[in-house]
């Protein structure tokens, strides 16, 4: 039975459980499947940072109200975020890193940085 390189494809000689031909065939193999994993990491970070952005340039004294169509208007994705905070009076707070928000009524979100 004939044994194939798993990255080329090219005839395997050797030992029985050899799955690629050379060391240049398996780190292309490897950094494929990385690759894909990366590029998807690579655009939610992409996502949270320029969530971050908005929340630090719309926020520069630590707490202000703003529509929520002032951040939309930025770009930002309210279906992205790194944590929640809940008080004890139930209140969830949503953070993008040190930085968050509190949705409100009639479309105001309440914009505060959370110094650790």
Do not use: W
Request: aromatic fraction near 12%; include cysteine.
């Amino acid at each position: 039975m004939e044994r194939l390189c798993t990255d080329c494809g090219a005839e395997l000689r050797g030992r029985a459980d050899k799955k690629f031909c050379d060391d240049q065939c398996r780190s292309n193999y490897n950094n494929r499947l990385k690759a894909n994993d990366q590029s998807f990491l690579k655009q939610v970070n992409q996502i949270l940072k320029k969530n971050r952005d908005i929340l630090v340039d719309k926020n520069p004294d630590g707490k202000v109200k703003v529509k929520r169509e002032e951040l939309l208007r930025k770009g930002f994705d309210f279906g992205y975020h790194t944590h929640t905070y809940a008080t004890q009076r139930g209140i969830t707070y949503i953070f993008c890193y040190e930085y968050g928000y509190l949705q409100l009524e009639d479309d105001q979100v309440l914009l505060v940085r959370r110094d650790f």
